[in-house]
């Protein structure tokens, strides 16, 4: 991958035989226009091509340009767990490797591993993650990279209400504020409490949701092997009362369900569910490749579109998959439910992402935003139809070419 980082000045004129933009329509033959960093022109390339004698022109015949990938999800902090944690039948099983190897992990290890994970990020297109952190470790790295990043700091108490000092935006490309962890641990007024906070804030309430069976059951009746885990650690609190509902209807309950939330898997939901969800215009991530490491099963990707349920994508940490790449989760989508169109997985991939996460002008291909682009090898044409040209890109997971920044 050839990484071009434009500077102010600078003028280049891109050909490819596709563009997947977000002003309209994929593009047959276009050109993309930069000056500045800035997409000054985006449109077939034979209204574009006067502009090739002036600018830099990179004529990428028939590769095909995408906007850039966001990844909602990640916990860089795990990267070191990376194939120490085995693939899982039961969520709990895999939970409790992670308890304890994650306890082993020195500062050092965390901040190496990080860099190289970010290194893979880059590499896989990614400019804009959804990190989540308990140790803080990650968040220099990511202030020093060449991406965007919405930071959680990630609180888990399921007995009380914890302190939120502010915490600051400081950098253009980075937000930085408080989650919750989830409904088995966090309580319900800790939940509450960091609702509040982001809200009058207008950040987003992010929390992990409907992830396993096993936490279907303990929000039912208290019991179940989460109950038995709290209880082991010392966690347990004898002022839970079980919801006696599931995941969804008890957040629900509890206030927190709005167009700034972000429910983090959503594997085990029911009508009812879909419904909450729906109606409250939350924003769900998923992570299908996670889910399928766990053992939990994979998300109703159909029944969310149905519902017209708003959709990210998200990789999770690399203690619970073995590659950071949304294009091998959307890949992994597009295996599993083939009547799914490759261009709406796109969507949730790029555009979805940056709406959620407000850096729709630095992330969107589209004429006014920076220019953050990747130009991707070309599959084997057996059509001109766009859904079929980016389905068969994926799946033949072809190579990132260049990868354009405006950071
Ligand atoms: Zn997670």
Redesign the pocket.
């Known amino acids: 991958m050839e990484e071009i980082f434009l500077q102010e000045g600078q003028h280049f004129l891109i050909r490819a035989r596709f563009i997947f933009h977000h002003e309209g329509p994929p593009l047959i033959d276009g050109a993309v226009e930069i000056r500045d960093k800035n997409i000054v022109n985006l449109g077939p390339y034979r209204n574009l091509k006067r502009e090739a004698s002036r600018a830099k022109f990179i004529d990428s015949e028939d590769c095909v340009i995408l906007p850039i990938l966001v990844n909602s999800?990640v916990?860089l902090e795990l990267s070191p767990l990376r194939f120490r944690i085995h693939p899982s039948g039961k969520f709990t099983l895999w939970l409790r490797q992670l308890l304890k190897k994650r306890s082993q992990l020195s500062p050092i290890e965390i901040r190496e591993s990080s860099k190289i994970a970010l290194r893979e990020l880059l590499n896989e297109g990614t400019g804009l993650v959804g990190e989540?952190t308990n140790t803080a470790l990650t968040l220099d790295i990511l202030r020093e990279a060449p991406l965007c990043a919405y930071i959680f700091q990630e609180i888990l108490s399921f007995q009380g209400s914890p302190s939120l000092n502010e915490l600051k935006d400081q950098e253009p490309c980075i937000r930085i504020t408080y989650s919750a962890h989830s409904p088995y641990t966090v309580s319900p007024l800790a939940i509450q409490a960091i609702k509040s906070y982001n809200q009058k804030r207008k950040k987003i309430f992010c929390i992990?949701c409907a992830e396993s069976p096993e936490e279907i059951e303990f929000l039912k009746d208290g019991t179940g092997h989460i109950a038995n885990l709290l209880k082991e650690r010392g966690r347990w609190s004898d002022n839970f009362v079980p919801p006696g509902t599931s995941p969804v209807k008890y957040l629900d309950t509890l206030g927190v369900l709005n167009q700034n939330t972000l429910l983090?898997h959503c594997v085990h939901l029911r009508d009812e569910d879909f419904e909450i969800l729906s109606t409250k215009n939350v924003w769900v991530c998923l992570?299908p490749r996670?889910n399928l490491y766990t053992g939990v099963g994979l998300p109703d990707l159909p029944r969310f579109l149905k519902y017209k349920i708003k959709l990210v994508l998200?990789t999770?940490?690399l203690a619970s998959n073995d590659r950071l790449s949304i294009f091998e989760e959307i890949r992994t989508l597009l295996n599993f439910y083939p009547q799914v169109s490759a261009l709406t997985l796109l969507e949730m991939a790029t555009l979805n992402g940056a709406k959620l996460f407000g850096f729709e002008n630095q992330l969107t291909l589209k004429k006014g935003s920076l220019a953050n682009f990747l130009v991707l090898s070309p599959p084997t044409f057996t059509s001109d139809q766009p859904e079929e040209v980016l389905r068969s890109l994926i799946l033949s997971e072809r190579k990132i070419e260049y990868r354009f920044y405006a950071h």
């Open positions: 999800h916990h989540v992990h983090i992570c996670s998200g999770d940490s």
